[in-house]
């Protein structure tokens, strides 16, 4: 839907998927999934959805340099799209909420103050720039989506609020690979047998993510050299032909995402 509204919001990228002998999946496995995908949403965009064989892929930029080609039984390619720029896809969004009525408040914290039956939430808002005194607004309803924050938003109005939310770190590292890669991307397991990816961005491609539980400060999550190495050693593993090192790194970043908290788990 996003792609058929907001083309200009969007560009195309192609994802690889190898299928290993002795691996989770089978190639009519992997086939008969992107058919059920292709029932399920018959009005979507194109998935353009094929099987390339050992011998194709061995002539692919990029495909032709995975892991233990002897043992690959095929790789499924299929069209994925990608956010050009998803701050601009946020500024989009707030600037068509203001065109239907909403008012939008960049720079100022919000308080849960209070809930009374059958009047709602009370809501205190500051402008974080001049420091005002606060605005008391009202509202039958309130949403919370201040991500790994939901917790310390809902405790700052009830002290006794329950847990929501905890966090897993996410970390990636961004590296130059060859020109001929540009908008190649691949979707695989690492070691641990965790989702693992290659993606393009614009004339760059990154590596990730971890996936570690995270308790630490929120305002302060960065990539460390423990995670740079891991990350390091799980894209040699895929492509060894490209022995990245430290030095191959433009960047990292990282992020916390918020999932549903269960004590159970």
Not at 217 to 229: L, N, P
């Amino acid at each position: 839907e996003f792609v058929h509204n907001s083309p200009n919001r969007t560009k195309p990228i192609r994802l690889h998927v190898p299928i290993y002998r002795g691996g989770p999946y089978k190639n009519w496995q992997v086939d008969l999934a992107f058919r059920i995908l292709e029932r399920l949403g018959p009005g979507d965009v194109p998935l353009d959805y094929r099987r390339m064989s050992p011998k194709e892929a061995a002539t692919m930029p990029l495909i032709d340099g995975l892991r233990d080609f002897d043992q690959l039984q095929g790789v499924a390619a299929f069209r994925e799209y990608q956010f050009h720029w998803p701050e601009r896809v946020t500024i989009d969004a707030v600037a068509k909420a203001e065109a239907h009525g909403a008012v939008a408040r960049n720079y100022t914290s919000a308080r849960l103050v209070s809930h009374a039956a059958g009047q709602g939430w009370t809501i205190e808002l500051t402008d974080m720039l001049d420091q005002s005194a606060p605005v008391t607004v009202r509202g039958t309803c309130a949403l919370v989506m201040a991500g790994v924050w939901i917790d310390d938003v809902l405790k700052a109005g009830n002290p006794k609020a329950g847990r929501k939310i905890f966090g897993t770190k996410g970390t990636h590292i961004v590296v130059r690979l060859p020109e001929a890669c540009r908008g190649l991307g691949i979707a695989t397991l690492n070691s641990l047998d965790e989702p693992f990816y290659c993606i393009p961005w614009n004339d760059l491609h990154y590596f990730g993510p971890t996936e570690t539980h995270y308790e630490g400060d929120q305002d302060k999550v960065y990539v460390t050299r423990d995670e740079m190495a891991f990350l390091l050693n799980e894209a040699n593993r895929l492509l060894p032909g490209l022995k990245l090192t430290p030095a191959d790194v433009l960047m990292t970043w990282a992020g916390v995402r918020p999932l549903t908290y269960d004590k159970a788990v």
